[in-house]
Antibody
Framework: QVQLQESGPGLVKPSQTLSLTCTVS??????????WSWIRQPAGKGLEWIGR???????NYNPSLKSRVTISVDTSKNQFSLSLTSVTAADTAVYYC????????????WGQGTLVTVSS | DIVMTQSPDSLAVSLGERATINCKSS????????????LAWYQQKRGQPPKLLIS???TRESGVPDRFSGSGSATDFTLTISSLQAEDVATYYC?????????FGQGTRLEIK
C-alpha cells in the first residue's frame, strides 16, 4: 500500500524559506490517477489545504498562499516538494503530504506529518 | 472559497450512545451533472494524521466500521456514530472537494461522557 513520509527542517527563521519533501513508497508518483497535495495544521487548529501537483501539468495553489508557495515533483526520486517563502510565526504548523484521487479530491493516505516551527 | 462550518465544536457522548456531528457549507457541494455531493469526513486521533472515513457524503471507506454513517445533501450534512466506542474519541472534520481550494470545517472534538 502507498505510504508517504515528510522530511525537512523542523526550525526555520522568520523571513526565510520553508522547504519540505514528501517521499512516496509503495506506488508511483507518476500515476495518472492521483494528485499529490500539501496540507497544514497549526497546533490545536484546523486543516488548511496548501496546494497540489500532478505528475504532468501545472500545480494548483490555495489563493491565500499562492504568492509564497511552490510545489514541485521529482519523478526520478518518487518525491514531491513544498517551498514556502517569507515565513512568519503564523506559518508554524504540522505539515502533511497526502494523496488525492483524480475526480475525488479527498485525501488518502496521509503522511505522519512534520512540525515546522518558525522562530529566531 | 467555500466555508465549511461544523457544529457543535465539541461533544460528549456516553459509550454505546449515538453521536451526531453537523457540517454546513456556504455553497452547495452537490454537482448537478452527476448528482453527487463532494463532501468527505475525516477522523483525527491525537498525534495522528487525519483518516478518511467517508466520501461522496455517505460512502464509507473500506475498513471503516458500519457504525459510522454520513448523510445530507447540497449544503447540510451529518456524520453519525450509531453506538459510540472508546476508540472513537477523536476530532472529526468535514471537507468539501467541489471546488478549489478544498476547504475543511473547523473540527468537532468528540469525547466520552
Amino acid at each position: 500500500q502507498v505510504q508517504l513520509q515528510e522530511s525537512g527542517p523542523g526550525l526555520v527563521k522568520p523571513s526565510q524559506t520553508l522547504s519540505l519533501t514528501c517521499t512516496v513508497s509503495g506506488g508511483s508518483i507518476s500515476s495518472r490517477s492521483y494528485y499529490w497535495s500539501w496540507i497544514r495544521q497549526p497546533a490545536g487548529k484546523g486543516l488548511e489545504w496548501i496546494g497540489r501537483i500532478y505528475t504532468s501539468g501545472s500545480p494548483n495553489y490555495n489563493p491565500s498562499l499562492k504568492s509564497r508557495v511552490t510545489i514541485s515533483v521529482d519523478t526520478s526520486k518518487n518525491q514531491f516538494s513544498l517551498s514556502l517563502t517569507s515565513v512568519t510565526a503564523a506559518d508554524t504548523a504540522v505539515y502533511y503530504c497526502a494523496r488525492e484521487e483524480l475526480g475525488r479530491s479527498c485525501f488518502d493516505p496521509w503522511g505522519q506529518g512534520t512540525l515546522v516551527t518558525v522562530s529566531s | 472559497d467555500i466555508v465549511m462550518t461544523q457544529s457543535p465544536d465539541s461533544l460528549a457522548v456516553s459509550l454505546g450512545e449515538r453521536a451526531t456531528i453537523n457540517c454546513k457549507s456556504s455553497q452547495t457541494v452537490l454537482y448537478s451533472s452527476n448528482n453527487k455531493n463532494y463532501l468527505a469526513w475525516y477522523q483525527q486521533k491525537r498525534g495522528q494524521p487525519p483518516k478518511l472515513l467517508i466520501s461522496w457524503a455517505s460512502t464509507r471507506e473500506s475498513g471503516v466500521p458500519d457504525r459510522f454513517s454520513g448523510s445530507g445533501s447540497a449544503t447540510d450534512f451529518t456524520l453519525t456514530i450509531s453506538s459510540l466506542q472508546a476508540e472513537d474519541v477523536a476530532t472529526y472534520y468535514c471537507q468539501q472537494y467541489n471546488s478549489v481550494p478544498m476547504t475543511f470545517g473547523q473540527g468537532t472534538r468528540l469525547e466520552i461522557k
